[in-house]
Protein backbone atom coordinates (compact mmCIF):
# COMPACT_ATOMS: atom_id res chain seq x y z
CA UNK A 1 0.00 0.00 0.00
CA UNK A 2 1.21 3.50 -0.66
CA UNK A 3 -0.52 5.28 1.97
CA UNK A 4 -1.57 4.83 5.78
CA UNK A 5 -4.67 4.57 7.35
CA UNK A 6 -4.19 8.31 8.74
CA UNK A 7 -3.51 9.32 4.91
CA UNK A 8 0.32 9.80 5.31
CA UNK A 9 2.45 8.09 2.74
CA UNK A 10 3.59 4.84 3.57
CA UNK A 11 7.89 3.99 4.07
CA UNK A 12 9.20 1.90 1.17
CA UNK A 13 10.65 -1.58 2.33
CA UNK A 14 13.91 -0.87 1.06
CA UNK A 15 14.89 -4.47 0.86
CA UNK A 16 12.31 -5.52 -1.09
CA UNK A 17 11.68 -2.47 -3.45
CA UNK A 18 14.76 -0.42 -4.77
CA UNK A 19 14.90 3.21 -5.88
CA UNK A 20 16.44 2.23 -8.88
CA UNK A 21 14.76 1.83 -12.31
CA UNK A 22 13.04 -1.49 -12.53
CA UNK A 23 14.09 -2.23 -15.70
CA UNK A 24 18.07 -0.93 -15.02
CA UNK A 25 17.67 -2.77 -12.14
CA UNK A 26 16.46 -6.65 -13.69
CA UNK A 27 19.04 -6.03 -16.35
CA UNK A 28 22.20 -5.30 -14.38
CA UNK A 29 20.84 -8.47 -12.00
CA UNK A 30 21.02 -10.62 -15.01
CA UNK A 31 24.53 -8.92 -15.74
CA UNK A 32 25.64 -10.60 -12.17
CA UNK A 33 24.25 -13.60 -13.23
CA UNK A 34 25.07 -13.90 -16.41
CA UNK A 35 29.11 -12.16 -15.93
CA UNK A 36 29.81 -11.89 -12.85
CA UNK A 37 33.53 -11.11 -14.13
CA UNK A 38 32.18 -8.09 -15.54
CA UNK A 39 29.86 -7.08 -13.22
CA UNK A 40 33.02 -7.12 -10.05
CA UNK A 41 34.43 -4.80 -12.30
CA UNK A 42 31.73 -2.29 -12.62
CA UNK A 43 31.08 0.42 -9.93
CA UNK A 44 27.41 1.11 -11.24
CA UNK A 45 26.48 -3.14 -10.44
CA UNK A 46 23.72 -3.77 -8.17
CA UNK A 47 24.38 -4.93 -4.91
CA UNK A 48 23.37 -8.87 -3.93
CA UNK A 49 20.29 -7.39 -1.65
CA UNK A 50 19.38 -4.99 -5.30
CA UNK A 51 19.51 -8.56 -7.53
CA UNK A 52 17.15 -10.61 -4.78
CA UNK A 53 14.85 -7.68 -5.47
CA UNK A 54 15.10 -7.44 -9.33
CA UNK A 55 14.46 -11.63 -8.98
CA UNK A 56 11.57 -10.83 -6.47
CA UNK A 57 9.99 -8.71 -9.29
CA UNK A 58 9.11 -11.33 -11.38
CA UNK A 59 7.15 -13.06 -8.87
CA UNK A 60 5.33 -9.52 -7.84
CA UNK A 61 1.65 -8.75 -8.39
CA UNK A 62 -0.02 -5.22 -8.57
CA UNK A 63 -2.68 -4.91 -5.55
CA UNK A 64 -6.56 -5.97 -6.30
CA UNK A 65 -8.31 -2.59 -7.50
CA UNK A 66 -11.30 -4.37 -9.08
CA UNK A 67 -14.76 -4.44 -8.39
CA UNK A 68 -15.42 -5.90 -5.57
CA UNK A 69 -19.14 -5.98 -6.04
CA UNK A 70 -18.51 -8.28 -9.37
CA UNK A 71 -16.49 -10.79 -7.13
CA UNK A 72 -19.21 -11.10 -5.19
CA UNK A 73 -21.60 -11.55 -7.91
CA UNK A 74 -20.02 -14.56 -8.95
CA UNK A 75 -20.51 -15.86 -5.84
CA UNK A 76 -24.93 -15.59 -6.34
CA UNK A 77 -24.83 -16.58 -9.60
CA UNK A 78 -27.38 -19.89 -9.49
CA UNK A 79 -27.88 -19.53 -5.79
CA UNK A 80 -29.44 -21.59 -3.95
CA UNK A 81 -30.71 -20.56 -0.40
CA UNK A 82 -30.87 -23.18 2.53
CA UNK A 83 -33.04 -22.78 5.39
CA UNK A 84 -29.50 -21.70 7.82
CA UNK A 85 -28.70 -18.99 5.04
CA UNK A 86 -32.14 -17.74 5.58
CA UNK A 87 -31.79 -18.07 9.84
CA UNK A 88 -28.20 -16.34 9.74
CA UNK A 89 -29.52 -13.22 7.38
CA UNK A 90 -32.35 -12.67 9.59
CA UNK A 91 -30.50 -13.07 12.89
CA UNK A 92 -29.71 -10.05 14.37
CA UNK A 93 -27.87 -11.51 17.17
CA UNK A 94 -24.93 -12.63 15.38
CA UNK A 95 -24.95 -9.95 12.78
CA UNK A 96 -27.80 -10.82 10.40
CA UNK A 97 -26.99 -10.15 7.00
CA UNK A 98 -22.99 -9.53 7.53
CA UNK A 99 -23.00 -12.48 9.47
CA UNK A 100 -24.60 -14.45 6.50
CA UNK A 101 -22.10 -12.97 4.38
CA UNK A 102 -18.89 -13.75 5.84
CA UNK A 103 -19.98 -17.45 6.64
CA UNK A 104 -22.33 -18.04 3.95
CA UNK A 105 -20.98 -16.33 0.83
CA UNK A 106 -17.65 -15.37 1.74
CA UNK A 107 -17.22 -18.69 3.67
CA UNK A 108 -14.40 -17.57 6.08
CA UNK A 109 -12.52 -20.68 7.33
CA UNK A 110 -13.23 -21.81 10.73
CA UNK A 111 -12.92 -25.44 12.64
CA UNK A 112 -15.59 -28.22 12.91
CA UNK A 113 -16.47 -27.73 16.69
CA UNK A 114 -16.57 -31.11 18.87
CA UNK A 115 -20.38 -30.27 19.25
CA UNK A 116 -20.27 -30.21 15.29
CA UNK A 117 -19.06 -33.40 14.70
CA UNK A 118 -20.91 -35.21 17.45
CA UNK A 119 -24.07 -34.22 15.46
CA UNK A 120 -22.83 -35.00 12.12
CA UNK A 121 -22.51 -38.52 13.84
CA UNK A 122 -25.53 -38.50 15.42
CA UNK A 123 -27.26 -37.95 12.50
CA UNK A 124 -25.43 -40.29 9.92
CA UNK A 125 -25.98 -43.11 12.66
CA UNK A 126 -29.88 -42.40 12.63
CA UNK A 127 -29.73 -42.46 8.73
CA UNK A 128 -28.46 -45.47 8.72
CA UNK A 129 -31.01 -46.63 10.88
CA UNK A 130 -33.65 -46.66 9.20
CA UNK A 131 -32.20 -46.87 5.74
CA UNK A 132 -31.18 -50.63 7.14
CA UNK A 133 -34.76 -50.77 8.45
CA UNK A 134 -36.06 -50.38 5.21
CA UNK A 135 -32.94 -52.79 3.40
CA UNK A 136 -33.74 -55.51 6.03
CA UNK A 137 -37.16 -55.55 6.80
CA UNK A 138 -36.43 -55.52 10.37
CA UNK A 139 -35.08 -53.17 12.93
CA UNK A 140 -30.69 -53.34 13.42
CA UNK A 141 -30.46 -54.27 17.10
CA UNK A 142 -28.64 -51.54 19.79
CA UNK A 143 -25.63 -53.22 20.06
CA UNK A 144 -24.96 -52.52 16.07
CA UNK A 145 -26.48 -48.91 15.85
CA UNK A 146 -23.87 -48.25 18.69
CA UNK A 147 -20.80 -49.71 16.94
CA UNK A 148 -22.16 -47.74 13.91
CA UNK A 149 -21.61 -44.66 15.88
CA UNK A 150 -18.57 -45.17 16.88
CA UNK A 151 -17.35 -45.46 13.63
CA UNK A 152 -19.34 -42.29 12.38
CA UNK A 153 -17.38 -40.44 15.44
CA UNK A 154 -14.37 -42.03 14.72
CA UNK A 155 -14.59 -40.93 10.92
CA UNK A 156 -14.65 -37.29 12.59
CA UNK A 157 -10.99 -36.90 13.81
CA UNK A 158 -11.83 -35.54 17.08
CA UNK A 159 -9.29 -35.05 19.67
CA UNK A 160 -8.78 -38.32 22.05
CA UNK A 161 -10.17 -36.32 24.92
CA UNK A 162 -13.49 -35.27 23.22
CA UNK A 163 -13.92 -37.84 21.10
CA UNK A 164 -14.21 -39.81 24.68
CA UNK A 165 -16.38 -37.56 26.27
CA UNK A 166 -18.97 -37.63 23.52
CA UNK A 167 -18.90 -41.07 22.99
CA UNK A 168 -20.15 -41.75 26.31
CA UNK A 169 -22.47 -39.24 25.72
CA UNK A 170 -23.70 -39.98 22.29
CA UNK A 171 -24.05 -43.90 23.92
CA UNK A 172 -26.18 -43.39 26.33
CA UNK A 173 -28.59 -40.49 24.55
CA UNK A 174 -29.25 -43.29 21.44
CA UNK A 175 -29.76 -46.10 23.84
CA UNK A 176 -32.39 -43.95 25.58
CA UNK A 177 -33.63 -42.45 22.36
CA UNK A 178 -34.20 -46.00 20.50
CA UNK A 179 -36.12 -47.40 23.90
CA UNK A 180 -38.30 -44.63 23.31
CA UNK A 181 -38.86 -44.00 19.40
CA UNK A 182 -37.89 -47.37 17.67
CA UNK A 183 -41.87 -48.60 17.18
CA UNK A 184 -42.05 -45.03 15.96
CA UNK A 185 -39.95 -45.59 13.00
CA UNK A 186 -41.22 -47.13 9.78
CA UNK A 187 -40.15 -48.56 6.19
CA UNK A 188 -42.03 -45.85 4.67
CA UNK A 189 -40.06 -43.54 6.12
CA UNK A 190 -37.81 -40.89 4.08
CA UNK A 191 -34.39 -39.72 5.07
CA UNK A 192 -32.24 -37.34 4.37
CA UNK A 193 -33.86 -36.12 1.59
CA UNK A 194 -31.95 -33.50 -0.58
CA UNK A 195 -33.79 -31.01 -1.92
CA UNK A 196 -30.96 -29.67 -4.10
CA UNK A 197 -32.71 -30.98 -7.58
CA UNK A 198 -35.84 -30.62 -7.01
CA UNK A 199 -36.53 -27.30 -9.02
CA UNK A 200 -37.82 -25.77 -5.48
CA UNK A 201 -38.79 -22.04 -6.74
CA UNK A 202 -40.59 -19.49 -4.98
CA UNK A 203 -41.67 -15.96 -6.62
CA UNK A 204 -38.64 -16.47 -8.24
CA UNK A 205 -35.90 -17.39 -5.44
CA UNK A 206 -34.40 -20.85 -5.75
CA UNK A 207 -34.48 -22.74 -2.32
CA UNK A 208 -32.56 -25.95 -1.58
CA UNK A 209 -32.09 -28.02 1.81
CA UNK A 210 -32.16 -30.85 3.01
CA UNK A 211 -34.91 -33.20 5.76
CA UNK A 212 -33.40 -35.50 8.12
CA UNK A 213 -36.79 -37.87 7.75
CA UNK A 214 -40.03 -37.27 5.93
CA UNK A 215 -43.08 -39.57 7.55
CA UNK A 216 -46.34 -40.35 5.25
CA UNK A 217 -48.98 -40.22 7.69
CA UNK A 218 -51.95 -40.92 5.34
CA UNK A 219 -54.83 -39.06 3.18
CA UNK A 220 -51.84 -37.65 1.46
CA UNK A 221 -49.81 -36.07 4.04
CA UNK A 222 -46.40 -35.69 5.77
CA UNK A 223 -45.11 -34.63 8.38
CA UNK A 224 -41.85 -33.25 8.36
CA UNK A 225 -39.05 -34.17 11.00
CA UNK A 226 -35.65 -32.53 12.14
CA UNK A 227 -33.25 -33.98 14.85
CA UNK A 228 -31.42 -31.92 17.51
CA UNK A 229 -28.47 -32.54 19.82
CA UNK A 230 -28.11 -30.82 22.71
CA UNK A 231 -30.41 -29.36 25.76
CA UNK A 232 -33.96 -30.23 24.51
CA UNK A 233 -36.54 -27.73 24.19
CA UNK A 234 -39.97 -28.50 26.19
CA UNK A 235 -42.16 -26.06 24.87
CA UNK A 236 -42.06 -23.27 22.14
CA UNK A 237 -42.83 -20.47 24.55
CA UNK A 238 -39.85 -20.09 27.17
CA UNK A 239 -38.41 -16.57 28.93
CA UNK A 240 -35.19 -17.57 28.63
CA UNK A 241 -34.01 -15.23 25.77
CA UNK A 242 -31.65 -17.91 24.94
CA UNK A 243 -34.28 -20.20 24.31
CA UNK A 244 -36.75 -18.19 23.12
CA UNK A 245 -34.38 -17.49 20.00
CA UNK A 246 -33.81 -20.88 18.95
CA UNK A 247 -37.16 -21.87 19.47
CA UNK A 248 -38.25 -18.95 16.92
CA UNK A 249 -35.61 -20.30 14.59
CA UNK A 250 -36.35 -24.12 15.11
CA UNK A 251 -40.01 -23.06 14.08
CA UNK A 252 -39.07 -20.93 11.11
CA UNK A 253 -37.15 -24.38 9.83
CA UNK A 254 -40.04 -26.52 9.80
CA UNK A 255 -42.14 -24.76 8.35
CA UNK A 256 -39.46 -24.01 5.45
CA UNK A 257 -39.55 -27.71 5.04
CA UNK A 258 -42.89 -27.47 4.75
CA UNK A 259 -42.33 -25.34 1.38
CA UNK A 260 -39.58 -27.40 0.13
CA UNK A 261 -42.30 -30.33 0.07
CA UNK A 262 -44.83 -29.04 -1.01
CA UNK A 263 -42.75 -26.88 -4.19
CA UNK A 264 -40.85 -30.13 -5.07
CA UNK A 265 -40.66 -31.73 -8.40
CA UNK A 266 -40.90 -35.34 -6.52
CA UNK A 267 -43.98 -34.07 -3.90
CA UNK A 268 -45.65 -31.19 -5.03
CA UNK A 269 -49.28 -30.89 -5.96
CA UNK A 270 -49.63 -34.73 -4.25
CA UNK A 271 -48.63 -33.80 -0.71
CA UNK A 272 -49.08 -31.51 2.25
CA UNK A 273 -47.62 -30.90 5.43
CA UNK A 274 -49.22 -29.78 8.32
CA UNK A 275 -46.79 -30.62 11.48
CA UNK A 276 -43.42 -30.58 12.16
CA UNK A 277 -41.82 -32.33 14.52
CA UNK A 278 -37.89 -32.05 16.74
CA UNK A 279 -36.92 -35.43 18.00
CA UNK A 280 -34.58 -34.37 20.84
CA UNK A 281 -32.22 -37.24 20.78
CA UNK A 282 -30.39 -36.21 24.09
CA UNK A 283 -32.68 -37.08 27.47
CA UNK A 284 -33.55 -34.21 29.82
CA UNK A 285 -30.38 -34.55 32.40
CA UNK A 286 -33.18 -34.40 35.22
CA UNK A 287 -35.28 -37.33 34.70
CA UNK A 288 -33.81 -38.64 31.87
CA UNK A 289 -36.76 -39.06 28.93
CA UNK A 290 -37.26 -37.93 25.83
CA UNK A 291 -38.49 -34.86 24.44
CA UNK A 292 -40.62 -34.51 20.75
CA UNK A 293 -41.60 -31.17 20.37
CA UNK A 294 -44.54 -30.64 17.48
CA UNK A 295 -45.78 -27.35 15.79
CA UNK A 296 -49.01 -26.97 13.45
CA UNK A 297 -47.91 -25.17 10.30
CA UNK A 298 -50.80 -23.17 9.82
CA UNK A 299 -51.35 -21.27 6.51
CA UNK A 300 -50.98 -17.84 8.04
CA UNK A 301 -47.12 -18.69 8.92
CA UNK A 302 -46.71 -20.78 6.02
CA UNK A 303 -47.41 -16.78 3.91
CA UNK A 304 -45.98 -15.13 5.81
CA UNK A 305 -42.58 -17.26 5.47
CA UNK A 306 -42.77 -17.15 1.57
CA UNK A 307 -43.35 -13.54 1.50
CA UNK A 308 -39.72 -13.06 3.78
CA UNK A 309 -38.47 -15.74 1.74
CA UNK A 310 -38.66 -13.92 -1.64
CA UNK A 311 -37.48 -10.70 -0.36
CA UNK A 312 -34.57 -12.07 1.70
CA UNK A 313 -33.28 -14.20 -1.37
CA UNK A 314 -33.98 -10.65 -3.68
CA UNK A 315 -31.83 -9.15 -1.46
CA UNK A 316 -28.91 -12.07 -1.38
CA UNK A 317 -28.97 -12.24 -5.15
CA UNK A 318 -28.82 -7.95 -5.56
CA UNK A 319 -26.19 -7.98 -2.80
CA UNK A 320 -28.29 -5.78 -0.57
CA UNK A 321 -26.94 -6.20 2.85
CA UNK A 322 -29.18 -3.48 5.11
CA UNK A 323 -27.90 -2.25 7.82
CA UNK A 324 -28.83 -3.70 11.14
CA UNK A 325 -27.42 -1.53 13.72
CA UNK A 326 -30.83 0.33 14.99
CA UNK A 327 -32.11 -3.64 16.22
CA UNK A 328 -31.99 -4.95 19.44
CA UNK A 329 -29.54 -8.03 19.40
CA UNK A 330 -32.83 -10.12 20.14
CA UNK A 331 -36.15 -11.79 19.33
CA UNK A 332 -37.36 -8.19 19.24
CA UNK A 333 -34.92 -7.17 17.15
CA UNK A 334 -35.16 -9.99 15.10
CA UNK A 335 -39.05 -9.32 14.73
CA UNK A 336 -38.77 -5.91 14.10
CA UNK A 337 -36.32 -6.56 11.31
CA UNK A 338 -38.40 -9.00 9.41
CA UNK A 339 -41.53 -6.40 9.62
CA UNK A 340 -39.51 -4.16 8.35
CA UNK A 341 -38.02 -6.08 5.18
CA UNK A 342 -41.98 -7.67 4.37
CA UNK A 343 -43.09 -3.99 4.39
CA UNK A 344 -40.18 -2.84 2.16
CA UNK A 345 -38.25 -0.53 4.69
CA UNK A 346 -35.26 -1.45 4.11
Avoid at 47 to 58: G, I, K
Avoid at 217 to 238: A, I, M, Q, R, S
Avoid at 282 to 309: C, D, F, H, M, S
Avoid at 326 to 343: A, R
Wanted: overall charge negative.
Amino acid sequence: YQTREDGKEAKILRFLVSEKDPKELKKASLMCLYNPEQASEDEDAPEPHEVLTASWMDYRTTPFIGSEKKILETLVDEYKMPVTHLNNFLNVEKGGPQYFLEQNLLRFPQSKTASGSYGTAIHRTLEKYILDFKKEGKLANKKDVLDWFKIFLRKERMAPQDYKQYEERGIEALEKFLDKKSDTFNQKDIVEFNFKDQGVSLDGAVLNGKIDRIVDVGDNEFEVHDYKTGKPLEDWENSDSYKKMKAYEYERQLVFYKILVENSREFGGKKKVSKGVLDFVEPKKENGQIVTLEANITEEKTERLKKLISIVYKKIVSLDFPDISKYSKDLKGEKEFEEDLIESKL
